[in-house]
């Protein structure tokens, strides 16, 4: 008895192969659309979620504000530092000189603020950024309050001041604007 000789064997290509393709792909359970309406590529990306949803979209101007604030609150730390008794004098209008210490602390607390805000703007974590904002907009609240405060108690009020706690007011409407919108769910494309 002669051996016949076998047909060459002929390999399936799966992938040029579109019917089997899309019934490997419904057996695996990617491909198709879940719950939230996302179309998951691999099972790799479905069991670790889509790392597109939760990149964040930041609002136009985020960085630029944050670096702008990062700067400022750097600028009047370094100057409370070195010169507390000239910052004292632009903002209530007199000379004082008891009070170098306390301007000087406030120089610290600020330049604790700005290492924040330079943090804040190297990262690309949401929760990291919206806490930077937060702590921004409480600083320019208790700041407004506590100069207003002042003005009051001393009877003063000259135009750099003025024109401070307009700043104050002007800064936390930017900050609590950039924060709500960084809050915001991001809408479903």
């Known amino acids: 008895m002669t051996a016949k000789p076998h047909p060459p064997l002929m390999k399936k290509h799966s992938q040029t192969d579109l019917v089997s393709r899309l019934k490997t792909r419904k057996i695996l359970g990617v491909g198709g659309e879940d719950d939230d309406g996302e179309v998951h590529r691999s099972k790799i990306s479905q069991m670790l979620g889509n790392e597109i949803k939760f990149a964040m979209r930041e609002p136009v101007g985020l960085r630029i504000w944050i670096l702008f604030s990062a700067v400022v609150f750097t600028l009047m730390a370094l100057m409370a530092l070195a010169f507390p008794n000239q910052m004292y004098e632009v903002v209530f209008d007199q000379e004082q000189t008891a009070i170098s210490i306390s301007i000087r602390l406030y120089g610290g607390a600020l330049l604790s603020l ?30 407004f309050i506590v100069t207003s405060v002042t003005l009051v108690e001393l009877g003063l009020l000259s135009n750099p001041a003025i024109l401070l706690l307009l700043s104050h007011i002007l800064f936390l409407i930017i900050t609590l604007f950039y924060y709500y919108h960084l809050g915001r769910r991001p809408k479903k494309i």
């Open 114 to 143: 700005s290492v924040i805000m330079w943090n804040g703007l190297y990262t690309a974590e949401k929760v990291i950024i919206q806490w930077t904002l937060l702590s921004e907009a409480c600083y320019f609240a208790i700041q």
